[in-house]
């Protein structure tokens, strides 16, 4: 069985993430979508909200499941039998980046294979930073995120977007 994963903050997961865990689904058996927790970073939205937008964003994906570990990605990887990591690519500055994190997985587990899948041009522009942003401004984020993702922000921000609760 071909075990993979695709990991990030996700804070909120977008369009062009799905897009990327739907391509990776088709090449493996089973592809865990995990949230990273990185101590440094602060977050727009908690963990658990993350998690559950995660999972309504991937439910239609039925060899994907929603996880979250806080670690090193090898002992998570290790601890559930996979050997892929799936990254997505939407510049040259990724690649760099992607790259190097690649090699140093590789050199902490020899065994561990890195994919790249190209974001589709039309979601390029799209990043969780962006998405943030116009949460902050109450802007419109429909297209940006899952529908279901993005009916979840509402209803718990309560009067729509741009509630205090999310604004980091």
Do not use: W
């Amino acid at each position: 069985m071909r075990k993979a994963v695709c990991t990030g903050s996700f804070d909120p997961v977008t369009v062009g993430h799905v897009d990327i865990f739907e391509r990776a689904a088709k090449l493996v058996d089973e592809l865990t979508v995990c949230i990273f927790v990185n101590r440094k970073k602060k977050y727009m939205f908690s963990l658990d909200d993350r998690l559950k937008f995660l999972r309504l964003a991937t439910e239609h994906l039925p060899n994907v499941r929603a996880d979250h570990f806080e670690g090193l990605v090898t002992d998570y990887m290790r601890s559930i039998g996979a050997n892929v990591i799936v990254r997505g690519l939407r510049s040259t500055a990724d690649f760099d980046h992607e790259l190097r994190e690649a090699q140093m997985l590789k050199r902490l587990e020899p065994s561990l294979e890195t994919i790249f899948l190209l974001t589709a041009p039309e979601f390029l522009f799209i990043n969780s930073s962006g998405v943030r942003e116009l949460l902050s401004f109450n802007a419109d984020i429909s297209g940006l995120v899952p529908p279901r993702v993005e009916e979840s922000i509402k209803i718990s921000s309560g009067d729509g977007y741009g509630s205090t609760r999310y604004l980091g």
